[in-house]
Nanobody
Framework: QVQLVESGGGLVQAGGSLRLSCAAS????????MAWHRQAPGKQRELVAT???????NYADSVKGRFTISRDNTNNTVHLQMNSLKPEDTAVYYC???????????????WGQGTQVTVSS
C-alpha cells in the first residue's frame, strides 16, 4: 500500500508564500505523474499543477506565474511553491500521484489526506 503525506500548509497573509511538500511511502516500484489539486468549501476539486517524471509541468491559469511544482524522484516527493498568495487560493490542497507498487503491474492513483491553506486579506 502507498501513503501520500502532505505538509507545509497554514495561515498566511495575502501576498505571502508557502511551500507544500508531499512524500510518498510504501511498496513503491515507480511513480509516473504527480499533481496538486485543491478544493475550497462549496466548490469542486480543481487541478492546480501537474508534473511528469522528467519535470515537464502544467498549471491552472489561475496560478500560472505564481506557483511552481517540482519533484524529487529519488525521495518520491513533490513540492508546490506558492508565491503571491491571494485569498481565493484558500482551500484544502491535495497531493496526487500515479504509483506502481511491487504488488501490481499498473499505475494506480493515490491521494493524500490534504493540507489546509488559508490566505487572509
Amino acid at each position: 500500500q502507498v501513503q501520500l503525506v502532505e505538509s507545509g500548509g497554514g495561515l498566511v497573509q495575502a501576498g505571502g508564500s508557502l511551500r507544500l511538500s508531499c512524500a510518498a511511502s510504501g511498496s513503491i516500484f515507480g511513480i509516473n505523474g504527480m499533481a496538486w489539486h485543491r478544493q475550497a468549501p462549496g466548490k469542486q476539486r480543481e487541478l492546480v499543477a501537474t508534473i511528469a517524471p522528467r519535470g515537464i509541468s502544467n498549471y491552472a491559469d489561475s496560478v500560472k506565474g505564481r506557483f511552481t511544482i517540482s519533484r524529487d524522484n529519488t525521495n518520491n516527493t513533490v513540492h508546490l511553491q506558492m508565491n503571491s498568495l491571494k485569498p481565493e487560493d484558500t482551500a484544502v490542497y491535495y497531493c496526487y500521484a500515479d504509483v506502481r507498487t511491487y504488488g501490481r503491474n499498473m499505475y494506480f492513483p493515490y491521494w493524500g489526506q490534504g493540507t489546509q491553506v488559508t490566505v487572509s486579506s
